[in-house]
């Protein structure tokens, strides 16, 4: 409690950048009318019917980014209208030069060239919004908008039509939303919150109807207020998505197989939605890319599969939320990706057993979840899923046998929120559970049978919403047997095992564990000198454990954070945009030992050429790892400067280019411990407004004297064996993307990645955090250590010609390829025909080999394996 009252104050003492509010942004207001019912609108973006006369036209765009709160270059204009069952938006986007009009095409939600948006707020909640956009190609985008503008989520796949045309003028945009993709109140006559931005290609300019600073604390609580609606009937959802899918593997065994599902939406009320799923097909179009990670820390990657991704953020429970929260921020309740993951069960299987078959993946049953937020300000999300007992395979003989790698399991996650202030505040729970059917399975001691997760939030801002508290509480539990909590106690996240951790015991015969966590922050968004700030604290209990159906990276931290930035609110000089930022970082374990002392500062920058370019610094003064040595004591890291860069070419041309390069260079004190730099170079062409090609070669280079190798005793006395590692990594991403319109695309995606390790000079730890790196351990001469032809190094550390220990070579060389080309064809809105080709590749290769020798020569040594995959929707609603 010492430590984070220290924090909390030497934040308060840092923070000197208070300014005084700006004033506020009037609220424009635009009157609509509705349609008589012998009149209809022609979807053909000439506005022409006499309807269009009955509302007036909003004008008067002021540009946000760059030139932020100026007029806007060229002229917008709009009109909105409606009826019982749609709304309908006009735009008239002026230019003088209509043949300069970027008119690229792309898949749907990739914003391509110019295009304009309307945002609604038809909750009129200051949170949540709806975002439809139109380019002038004909491309569409949609996004559900939560956290007052913080989080667009692009999967929201609502139904809506639109007509563009180029014009003498400008290019013109019809569209026509049905009122049952929105969610609204049932008054007789009805406020909603919008706004609507036009983005001017040529002169890489944003605009809106209503102005919202780049500086604002709030993007939907700043909105515009549309009226006139009168007599709305909220429409009920009612949606039903069979679907079909076949599909083929190589091999010599491999059949075309043919399976079948349903997804579907009920509206339950006109604001609260159930989406379900029978059978679902979470068949991916987008591959995940190679990673190879040999400090032990679990990669992250995001949700790829329809029913997950699709307001997922009503379900998201962040354990932090901040602009300089360090790794945390990926500590969340709910990953659903932990749901249908691979079996991670284990069954005996004989030596002499043959046709060895396990499952990738687990099959999800089923799985339903209700979403939807009331006029009052209540949001409910409850999302419940079943994956299957999962067996792998083999033949002993003739005969079959089988055992269960993963157990029957029931997923659910509830959360409740609600909206005070009108959206100024905010307080909530949520709540996991997972329960999985072990009896008779025999995997007893391989999973917790029962977890549980909760958390509170709380939100509350004031001023106008430029003074920000948030407050985070979670807490987990977890049960199963005592083997299973003690491995549990022991594994990568906790290692309660560590021998310096004085608060820390391993407990044999528990049979739960027990965590909690939070987040507590304070930050002041806005003022009229541009100036923002954030600093809080956010800590992990040694015993907190989400990783069931959550997202954990490390226990037993607690880290206090203070970021700081101020963003040039106009051009000036060379600069179209600038900002600056400052961040500070302690850490420390529960024990109350200090592992983190870190400061940072970073500058970006957008040139009047168009160009961009970024550059930052971060400045390690002391790093203590309770990870390196794999359950060992803590290890002092190097400490030094990491530098990092880019610069970016005009994104207004038809080839673009970007550089991304970083470099760590440690202290004299820690000369020689590690080095690391790398390089990312990207190239995009738009070869013609329906052909794209980009590609992004990556090389990194990490040198770490300290890599864990193994762990041994000598003389009763512990030997955590460590070597230096060169891992060299080298990949190549390229993208083609063909669109005949757009809604027929062809897209093709592929990765040729290679991570290589060549380990040396080996040593043992013998004093982990000495401040000079040499005194932190013990080299073995080469009397003391050979390597054997068995792929082992011996050691004879006493000399005595007798093998003390030994332990594996860890060289490594992995080589893995991925790609897919989809073919997607929404035929009418909403249902779609897609046809996938996906190949994979996985190969470990001589680690001796030169890495570009491997590369070409090993990659593909092992027969690659293709997939085809033919998918129909068709989607009916009411």
């Avoid at 309807?51 to 008067?60: A, C, F, K, P």
């Amino acid at each position: 409690m010492k430590i984070l009252l220290y924090c909390i104050c030497f934040s308060s003492i840092q923070i000197t950048l208070a300014q005084s509010s700006d004033s506020i942004v009037p609220k424009r207001i635009y009157n609509t009318n509705s349609i008589p019912d012998n009149q209809v609108i022609k979807l053909d973006a000439f506005l022409d019917e006499k309807i269009w006369d009955s509302v007036d036209w909003g004008t008067g765009f002021r540009v946000r980014q760059p030139n932020n709160g100026d007029k806007a270059t060229r002229d917008t204009k709009f009109k909105i209208v409606y009826d019982q069952n749609f709304i309908y938006v006009g735009y008239e986007c002026y230019d003088n030069e209509p043949d300069k009009i970027e008119k690229r095409l792309s898949r749907r939600d990739n914003f391509p060239g110019d295009w304009v948006e309307i945002n609604f707020d038809s909750y009129r909640d200051n949170a949540t919004g709806f975002s439809f956009t139109i380019s002038a190609s004909g491309v569409k985008g949609d996004e559900f908008i939560t956290g007052n503008g913080s989080n667009w989520d692009e999967s929201w796949n609502p139904i809506w039509y639109a007509a563009t045309r180029i014009t003498e003028n400008g290019w013109n945009a019809e569209i026509k939303i049905p009122l049952s993709q929105l969610r609204y109140s049932q008054a007789r006559e009805q406020e909603w919150g919008f706004n609507i931005q036009r983005r001017d290609f040529r002169v890489d300019e944003f605009s809106s109807f209503q102005f919202i600073p780049q500086n604002a604390s709030g993007y939907i609580s700043n909105f515009a207020i549309l009226r006139g609606l009168k007599n709305l009937k909220p429409k009920r959802q009612v949606e039903t998505q069979p679907y079909i899918v076949t599909g083929k593997s190589s091999g010599k065994n491999s059949k075309f197989k043919l399976t079948g599902g349903l997804d579907g939406k009920i509206g339950l009320t006109s604001n609260i939605t159930l989406d379900y799923t029978l059978n679902p097909d979470f068949g991916q179009v987008d591959a995940d890319p190679s990673v190879l990670n040999i400090d032990g820390f679990e990669v992250f990657f995001q949700e790829r599969r329809p029913f997950f991704i699709e307001n997922n953020n009503l379900f998201s429970f962040d354990g932090t939320n901040a602009e300089a929260g360090g790794p945390y921020n990926n500590d969340n309740l709910f990953y659903s990706r932990r749901i249908g993951s691979n079996p991670r069960g284990s069954h005996h299987i004989p030596g002499h057993a043959h046709n060895i078959k396990r499952p990738e993946f687990t099959n999800i049953l089923g799985a339903a979840k209700v979403s939807g937020k009331t006029k009052e300000g209540w949001s409910l999300g409850i999302l419940e899923g079943m994956t299957a007992q999962e067996f792998a395979t083999y033949n002993i003989g003739e005969k079959e046998h089988k055992g269960t790698v993963e157990p029957l399991t029931n997923y659910f996650v509830g959360r409740l929120s609600k909206d005070l202030q009108g959206g100024a505040s905010q307080v909530g729970g949520t709540f996991t559970q997972v329960t999985r059917f072990l009896e008779d399975t025999g995997l007893e001691d391989q999973y917790h049978k029962t977890t549980s997760s909760g958390g509170l939030n709380v939100f509350h801002s004031w001023q106008d919403r430029k003074w920000q508290f948030v407050g985070k509480l979670i807490a987990s539990n977890v049960a199963g047997t005592a083997l299973k909590i003690k491995e549990t106690q022991e594994d990568f996240r906790h290692y309660f095992q560590r021998p310096d951790a004085d608060h820390l015991n391993v407990v044999d015969d528990k049979t739960n564990l027990a965590g909690h966590g939070g987040d507590l922050a304070l930050a002041n968004y806005g003022g009229k000198d541009n100036i923002s700030y954030q600093f809080g604290l956010t800590w992990r209990s040694p015993g907190l454990e989400l990783n069931d159906i959550g997202f954990l990276n490390s226990a037993d931290i607690i880290n206090h954070y203070l970021w700081a930035g101020y963003r040039f609110p106009k051009p000036f000089g060379i600069f179209r945009s600038a900002r600056v930022n400052y961040n500070h970082y302690l850490g420390y374990s529960f024990g109350g030992v200090n592992n983190l002392q870190a400061v940072n500062t970073n500058i970006h920058g957008g040139f009047t050429n168009f160009w961009e370019a970024g550059t930052g610094m971060t400045v390690t003064f002391k790093e203590i790892s309770n990870k390196a040595l794999f359950g060992g004591p803590s290890l002092r890291n190097s400490s030094g400067f990491n530098n990092w860069g880019y610069i970016g070419t005009d994104s207004r041309k038809k080839l673009r280019t970007n550089l991304f390069w970083s470099k760590f260079t440690p202290f004299t004190w820690d000369k020689g411990s590690s080095n690391r730099y790398s390089y990312e170079l990207s190239f995009s062409l738009q070869a013609s407004d329906a052909f794209s090609i980009s590609a992004g070669p990556e090389y990194s280079y990490n040198f770490n004297a300290l890599q864990n190798v193994s762990f041994n005793t000598f003389n009763n006395q512990d030997r955590y064996i460590t070597g230096s590692v060169i891992q060299r990594t080298v990949s190549l991403s390229v993208r083609l993307s063909y669109n005949f319109t757009p809604n027929l695309t062809l897209e093709y995606w592929g990765q040729p990645f290679i991570s290589k390790g060549e380990y040396s000079d080996f040593k043992y730890i013998n004093h982990p955090l000495a401040r000079n790196f040499d005194d932190r351990f013990a080299a073995y001469s080469t009397s003391q250590i050979t390597f054997s032809n068995n792929d082992l190094y011996h050691v004879d550390e006493n000399l005595d010609d007798q093998i003390d220990y030994q332990f594996e070579n860890p060289d490594f060389n992995f080589m893995q390829f991925r790609s897919n080309a989809v073919l997607r064809w929404e035929y009418i809105p909403g249902s779609e025909l897609f046809l996938v080709w996906s190949q994979g590749a996985t190969n470990n290769g001589d680690p001796s080999k030169k890495l570009l020798h491997s590369f070409r020569e090993d990659l593909f040594s092992k027969k690659i394996t293709n997939n085809f995959l033919i998918k129909l929707t068709y989607r009916l609603i009411n």
